[in-house]
């Protein structure tokens, strides 16, 4: 393999790994706050990472409004993308950079409801 393709494929790679996890709660007002998140790698699954806002999210209402619950109000994803690289015919290098997974999730704190038998 060649050893300028190689060390490209690794540079997009890094630079996927570089800004992941989730961001932290932002107030959007009238009760209302989001989270956003990026994976750690190009392979993030949106659906996972929603999950693990809406765990932040929980966690989020329980420490500062104490018997709430965090209730998604809408979710966005982008799934992931692969880099590309490539070599022109004068021996140059070149490519597109790899995009992570991406969620952003808009909610509010509601109060807990008694579970009925």
């Known amino acids: ?3 300028k393709f190689l060390f490209c494929t690794l540079a997009l790679l890094c630079v996927s790994v570089a800004h992941a996890g989730m961001s932290d709660v932002v107030p959007l007002g009238k009760g209302r706050y ?3 998140g ?3 790698t190009v392979f993030g699954n949106t ?4 999950g693990k806002a809406m765990k932040v999210a929980n966690d989020f209402c329980a ?3 104490p018997g709430t619950e965090a209730v998604m109000e809408s979710a966005q994803g982008q ?3 692969m880099g590309t690289a490539y070599q022109t015919t004068d021996g140059a290098w070149g490519g597109g950079g790899a995009k992570q997974a991406e969620i952003e999730v808009i909610f509010t704190c509601e109060k807990l409801e008694e579970e009925s038998p």
């Open 79 to 81: 799934r992931g993308q």
């Open 34 to 36: 989001m989270i956003g």
């Open 47 to 50: 659906s996972k990472m929603q």
């Open 63 to 65: 420490e500062k409004k």
């Open 1 to 3: 393999m060649n050893p």
């Open 38 to 40: 990026k994976s750690a």
